[in-house]
């Protein structure tokens, strides 16, 4: 194996991903710091993935774009077909000695096919519940079958990672893979604070100083719960509470959403200090999602010094401490989620105390320290790594490490 035997160092890591630079989100944000944070390390990083004719933002890395097509029905998203002779061949001509694959698409079957034929460790990080995607377009029969999908994909490799021991654990139950190991995600929180509240940006976009300001930030698409939100705000109003929604993003369902909320204020996507800028000129934080896998959003929004208001979903369940820093909803609903968003707004104490609260408890997420136990996982990944009986080796291992990284 070309990695250092004596440490077993990563010396060269091929990053497969189905979105690295053409839009802007949790997923890819964790990816490009990861492959900053290699570099940064002295590990060489390709990184394989379908581009846009425009990207969103200057990427880390070297980038090899993917030959692909646009998602029917969600154009702003591409698909590889897989692994055309070229691609292969600068993959082979890298000569990495650790796959990561950041998806269970074709691009990333391929590129694990590649690394079983040659003999070279491939792990995955888990972004998404493609799993439950199904049930927002009115096709919930597809569920197991995505789940079988999955699961035969992700025991094929070494090691998946998951952002939060809640998430591991369901995968766990799910036999997603017999070895889940942790890798969280950080908040920056020299660009997201509470210093970055902004009265003067309120007033200029229509905001009075007494009305509650409750934000989403996020991609404009049905899985992200618009439907529950924009019900919820509704409900707070048939309440008679002065409350205005904050709608950070873009997406295919930002018309609907604006003629679902024709009161609430658009800003469209932001990032950097814009964004951070929106989160801390809000009073709460509002998440319904319950298809990420980590609540990035909601993470940027504790370091601002919001309270939170989530779904009981593995994206914010571990970042939450019920009735601490906010509530997770007892249900999917919008009559739960004003009831706990009412506490909130009803009670300044309250407001102010979880406030604190979460900004205390996003300090626990720094980069450095959550890409350091992750690069700490490659070492013990090519360590245990035996091209001789690969089978074997996964089954001694276990799901040790989800414990180990709790």
Same mark, same amino acid.
């Given at each position: 194996?070309?990695?250092?035997?004596?440490?077993?160092?990563?010396?060269?890591?091929?990053?497969?991903?189905?979105?690295?630079?053409?839009?802007?989100?949790?997923?890819?944000?964790?990816?490009?710091?990861?492959?900053?944070?290699?570099?940064?390390? *002295?590990?060489?990083?390709?990184v394989?993935?379908?581009?846009?004719?425009?990207a969103?933002?200057?990427?880390?890395?070297?980038?090899?774009?993917?030959?692909?097509?646009?998602?029917?029905?969600?154009?702003?998203?591409?698909?590889?077909?897989?692994?055309?002779?070229?691609?292969?061949?600068?993959?082979?001509?890298f000569?990495?000695?650790?796959?990561?694959?950041?998806?269970?698409?074709?691009?990333?079957?391929?590129?694990?096919?590649?690394?079983?034929?040659?003999?070279?460790?491939?792990?995955?990080? +888990?972004?998404?519940?493609?799993?439950?995607?199904?049930?927002?377009?009115?096709?919930?029969?597809?569920?197991?079958?995505?789940?079988?999908?999955?699961?035969?994909?992700?025991?094929?490799?070494?090691?998946?990672y998951?952002?939060?021991?809640?998430?591991?654990?369901?995968?766990?139950?799910?036999?997603?893979?017999?070895?889940?190991?942790?890798?969280?995600?950080?908040?920056?929180?020299s660009?997201?604070?509470?210093?970055?509240?902004?009265?003067?940006?309120?007033?200029?976009?229509?905001?009075?100083?007494?009305?509650?300001?409750?934000? +989403?930030? *996020?991609?404009?698409?049905?899985?992200?719960?618009?439907?529950?939100?924009?019900?919820?705000?509704?409900?707070?109003?048939?309440?008679?509470?002065?409350?205005?929604?904050?709608?950070?993003?873009?997406?295919?369902?930002?018309?609907?959403?604006?003629?679902?909320?024709?009161?609430?204020?658009?800003?469209?996507?932001?990032?950097?200090?814009?964004?951070?800028?929106?989160?801390?000129?809000?009073?709460?934080?509002?998440?319904?999602?319950?298809?990420?896998?980590?609540g990035?959003?909601?993470?940027e929004?504790?370091?601002?010094?919001?309270?939170?208001?989530?779904?009981?979903?593995? *994206?914010?369940?571990?970042?939450?401490?019920?009735?601490?820093?906010?509530?997770?909803?007892?249900?999917?609903?919008?009559?739960?989620?004003?009831?706990?968003?009412?506490?909130?707004?009803?009670?300044?104490?309250?407001?102010?105390?979880?406030?604190?609260?979460?900004?205390?408890?996003?300090?626990?997420?720094?980069?450095?320290?959550?890409? *350091?136990?992750?690069?700490d996982?490659?070492?013990?990944?090519?360590?245990?790594?035996?091209?001789?009986?690969?089978?074997?080796?996964?089954?001694?291992?276990?799901?040790?490490?989800?414990?180990?990284?709790?």
């Amino acid at each position: 194996m070309p990695f250092e035997l004596t440490r077993f160092e990563p010396r060269r890591i091929a990053l497969f991903s189905g979105n690295y630079n053409y839009v802007m989100d949790g997923p890819v944000r964790a990816l490009n710091k990861l492959v900053a944070y290699l570099e940064a390390r *002295g590990v060489e990083v390709l990184v394989f993935a379908p581009t846009a004719k425009k990207a969103a933002f200057d990427h880390s890395g070297t980038l090899v774009s993917v030959p692909s097509i646009a998602i029917p029905g969600r154009g702003e998203y591409r698909v590889a077909l897989g692994m055309p002779k070229a691609i292969r061949q600068r993959l082979e001509a890298f000569k990495p000695d650790l796959i990561h694959l950041a998806a269970p698409d074709w691009l990333g079957h391929a590129a694990l096919s590649w690394a079983e034929k040659n003999s070279v460790p491939a792990v995955a990080s +888990f972004h998404t519940r493609f799993d439950t995607y199904p049930r927002y377009y009115h096709m919930a029969w597809l569920e197991k079958h995505v789940t079988a999908f999955m699961r035969r994909f992700y025991h094929r490799c070494e090691q998946i990672y998951v952002p939060s021991p809640c998430m591991a654990q369901e995968l766990a139950e799910q036999d997603m893979s017999p070895n889940i190991g942790i890798w969280s995600r950080g908040v920056d929180s020299s660009l997201f604070n509470p210093d970055r509240r902004d009265m003067a940006w309120r007033r200029q976009n229509g905001i009075e100083d007494d009305e509650i300001t409750i934000a +989403f930030v *996020g991609r404009l698409v049905l899985e992200k719960g618009l439907g529950v939100f924009a019900d919820t705000l509704d409900l707070l109003k048939q309440r008679g509470m002065k409350v205005r929604a904050l709608v950070v993003g873009e997406g295919p369902e930002r018309e609907r959403f604006e003629t679902r909320l024709p009161d609430a204020v658009f800003t469209g996507y932001l990032n950097g200090e814009d964004l951070a800028r929106a989160y801390a000129s809000s009073n709460i934080f509002f998440n319904a999602s319950v298809t990420e896998t980590f609540g990035n959003v909601t993470l940027e929004a504790m370091a601002c010094g919001l309270p939170l208001v989530c779904a009981d979903a593995t *994206g914010s369940r571990s970042l939450v401490d019920q009735g601490v820093n906010g509530y997770l909803a007892k249900e999917v609903s919008a009559e739960a989620f004003a009831d706990d968003l009412a506490k909130i707004i009803t009670n300044p104490s309250t407001q102010q105390k979880m406030a604190a609260a979460s900004h205390t408890s996003s300090k626990a997420y720094t980069w450095d320290a959550i890409l *350091g136990r992750l690069y700490d996982q490659y070492q013990d990944v090519l360590a245990g790594y035996s091209s001789d009986a690969p089978d074997a080796k996964r089954k001694s291992r276990g799901i040790a490490s989800v414990k180990a990284a709790e």
